[in-house]
């Protein structure tokens, strides 16, 4: 949860994720590639200028879920 919330605000790095869920670099980059298998995160770059942001997948169920809570 925290790698999605976190690619949905302004996107993420590895590093942020790690500190921020407490998981070491390996479980991160296992967490990202399932993120990217799902369609649920986008990679931007390459090597440590690599960012994950939110997929436009992702930013519509959450746009939609929000508009059915709020129906």
Sequence with gaps: MIALEQ???GGTERSGYC???????ATASADFRRLLDAGLVEQRGRG???RYEASESLRDGVAGAINDRDA
Excluded: C, D, G, R
């Design 7 to 9: 690619s949905l605000i």
């Design 19 to 25: 500190e921020e869920a407490e998981v070491s670099p």
């Design 48 to 50: 440590p200028n690599t």
